[in-house]
């Protein structure tokens, strides 16, 4: 790379939300990286920073433009020029869209005919003449969930822009957006330093802004989060809970990290655990914190980003703040106790799941219903089963959920365990939500696995009926993640539930919708999409195609395949070996012949009894393999046959002259065809074929 000088870019706007500093840092790098290979500069990697007031970028940017010589093809010539050879718009678009005239254009030969070919050069600019332009595109092409307009302006940002500084080698670029003209000046911290002062570098800005109290580095700020967090759990003897994502939502809100301590009354230990916990977090993004053994502890921290001069009075702040939400909530606990599991059920029928669905309580009675098939099939309680699917959604309806409807089925636990409910079925009415997301945990128990199956088959199905399937990104029912926690349960507990089985028990389960028994292979479908998801996470994308274009319905027996062939994969002959197995699949799919038995005394050559007497003898040990579901053992045996096979191929002309051999050869290529292809459609595998001259 040529002489390079620095780019330096600030923006700075009010207070951002910590999840729109996120993304936008993630956008900024690759933005400004390909907004200069579009402008034919040559640069460094871009580094990013940021907080809730600035974004800000710094990358190392040649200080000239490559030359530009390319050759563009254009229409054919058959198109470019009518009968009189007269150009037609055609060509007389392409040439105007390459600044050049028609007659500028060449005629080339190539292998799809003779094209139009226009041939442009430019001579690169320097970089100070081009960065404004790019700049200003990668400014303003910011994307948040949520843009606003101020003042008069029509460009739209996430929050007002108050400044901008873009510097190229220390001077500044013309550049204006959002209302601001970019210049060298900034600010340091809101309250501690909001005095204005010229930047001459990236370097600069740093020094600077940590002396006014700004930590601009996220990665600095988030190990400064960590460290104030474990100054005062020293201080206090406690350790806290762990919460990664509360840590990186607080870096990106704060500037100037400070922890302060504090505490509220050990008589609201007696809440659930997840109540105090949510309260301090969903509301007040409070750290809780628990003692040695495991209990929560009466105290929390909170992250100010000032520095604190008076704590006693931030602290008081907190504590009066977070008091008032934990009476709030019990006074939710207590009214809610009031009432039985049961009697809180009884109100789902003025709850609507979905207009065309019905209400959560016909929801509930097709959860059972389903349950109970599912329960019988795996050897489950049916009497438990359908007590935990009777009172999986009740807790929807009490005041808690309404209050922290993220803890849906945590309070149904907690008041069943309250009502005297056995342990495993209060667990159920909290697993059967599990897992909620990738990062989440499976049910423990087979009830809560069993009710979350119920459950999620329905909404898919029935969402399905009714025209509700996801569409590009939009999937306002989440059914992408309920397909991916079924399969994921489904893994997880080894259960050989086939997917078209489980789609076709909720079909029959009088939703009332006429689209509902078409729906069900739909639902298989955009199961087994998930599953060839999952297992391409950790398998090569061939060897899950050739085991789903099999069978996919099997959720726990397709993994085992897929496993076993990438095994087989490892084996330093497997090319060869797949090379050999694909052919037989190939020849069989072009020519076959179903209708006609091997008949081994038509077999008369060499070759041909070879192959037949080690398929008897392989077919003989794989059989009790693959109803073992041990497809290793049947990879590693089938692999015996891959020297005959080469013998026969070697040998014999498989497609004789002679209709009854050539039906024979082919016969006898299906019974070697027939060993494998119930684990894996080996045509699907990309091997390497062997060169020939």
């Known amino acids: 790379m040529s002489e390079t000088r620095e780019l330096f870019l600030e923006l700075g706007c009010e ?3 910590a999840g729109y500093v996120t993304s936008a840092l993630a956008e900024l790098g690759p933005r400004l990286a390909q907004a200069l290979v579009g402008a034919r500069l040559e640069h460094g990697e871009p580094r990013v920073y940021g907080t809730p007031r600035r974004l800000a970028g710094v990358v190392r940017v040649a200080s000239r433009q490559k030359d530009l010589a390319e050759a563009v093809t254009g229409p054919p010539v058959s198109a470019a020029f009518d009968e009189q050879g007269q150009p037609t718009r055609a060509a007389e678009a392409f040439a105007r869209k390459l600044g050049l005239a028609v007659g500028a254009l060449e005629k080339v030969q190539t292998e799809k005919g003779v094209y139009l070919v226009g041939r442009r050069s430019e001579t690169g600019r320097p970089a100070g003449d081009v960065l404004p332009g790019v700049v200003g595109d990668v400014l303003r092409g910011f994307k948040f969930k949520k843009s606003m307009r101020w003042s008069s302006l029509e460009q739209t ?22 209302g601001c003209r ?18 001459g570098s990236a370097d600069e800005w740093l020094s600077e802004l940590r002396r006014r109290f700004v930590v601009a580095d996220v990665e600095e700020r988030r190990q400064l989060v960590e460290a104030e967090l474990a100054r005062v759990e020293r201080d206090a003897g406690v350790r806290r809970v762990p919460d990664a994502a509360l ?21 609201f230990l007696d809440l659930p655990r997840e109540v105090i916990v949510h309260s301090m977090r969903a509301h007040q993004r409070f750290f809780a914190f628990e003692a040695a053994d495991g209990r929560l502890h009466p105290s929390f921290a909170t992250i100010a980003g000032t520095v604190v001069r008076d704590v006693a009075v931030v602290r008081a702040g907190n504590e009066r703040v977070l008091r008032a939400r934990l009476e709030d909530a019990r006074f939710c606990h207590d009214e809610d106790r009031k ?7 009884e ?29 019988a099939r795996l050897g489950a309680d049916a009497a438990r089963v359908d007590r935990a699917a009777a009172l999986c959604k009740a807790d929807l309806v009490t005041r808690m959920v309404g209050e922290f409807p993220d803890l849906q089925g945590v309070m149904g636990r907690d008041y069943a365990r309250r009502q005297g409910v056995e342990a495993g079925i209060c667990d159920a009415l909290a697993e059967h939500y599990l897992p909620r997301g990738a990062a989440d945990g499976l049910p423990k128990g087979d009830l809560g696995a069993i009710v979350g199956l119920a459950d999620r088959i329905d909404t898919l199905v029935g969402c399905f009926a009714v025209g509700l399937e996801p569409t590009g990104s939009a999937d306002p029912f989440a059914l992408r993640r ?19 089985w489980l789609a076709d028990l909720a079909a029959r389960q009088g939703l009332g919708t006429p689209g509902v028994q078409a729906a069900a292979p739909r639902v298989v479908e955009f199961l087994r999409t998930r599953l060839r998801g999952v297992l391409g996470e950790a398998h090569p994308a061939d060897v899950v195609e ?39 699949a190939n020849l069989l799919k072009t020519q076959p012949d179903a209708a006609v038995a091997f008949d081994a005394a038509l077999g008369a050559a060499p070759a041909e009894r070879a192959l037949y007497e080690r398929w008897r003898d392989v077919s003989a040990r794989v059989q009790p393999m693959v109803e073992a579901r041990d497809y290793a053992a049947a990879l590693t045996a089938l692999a015996d046959l891959r020297t005959p096979v080469d013998r026969l191929f070697g040998e014999v002309l498989v497609m004789d002259p002679d209709p009854r051999v050539r039906a024979n050869r082919l016969a006898l290529l299906g019974l070697v065809g027939a060993v494998f292809s119930g684990i894996a459609d080996f045509k699907l595998l990309q091997v390497t074929e062997p060169q020939t001259r």
Do not use: M, N
């Not at 840590?247 to 302060?260: D, F, G, H, K, S």
């Open 15 to 17: 207070e951002l939300p």
């Open 157 to 178: 940002f996430a929050r007002p822009v108050r400044w901008l500084i873009a510097l190229f080698d220390g001077e500044v670029l013309p550049v204006e957006c959002f």
């Open 182 to 199: 970019a210049g060298r000046r900034s600010v340091g911290h809101r309250f501690l330093a909001p005095q204005p002062f010229d930047v």
């Open 247 to 267: 840590i990186e939502e607080v870096t990106q809100l704060v500037e100037y990290p400070t922890a302060v301590l504090g505490t509220f009354p050990a008589s």
């Open 347 to 375: 109100k789902l029928g003025r709850v609507v799941f979905q207009a065309k669905l019905g209400t959560v309580a016909e929801k509930v009675t097709r959860i059972r219903a389903i349950a109970a098939e599912l329960a």
């Open 546 to 584: 050739a085991v789903l274009a099999v069978s996919g319905d099997d959720l726990p027996d397709a993994r085992a395949r897929v496993e076993a062939l990438t095994q087989l994969r490892r084996r330093e002959d497997f090319d060869p070996l797949g090379v050999a197995f694909k052919r037989v």
């Open 482 to 500: 309920a397909a991916l926690a079924i399969v994921a349960v489904l893994l997880d507990r080894g259960w050989s539930v086939p997917l078209s």
């Open 339 to 345: 009432h039985t599991l049961e009697e809180q059920a």
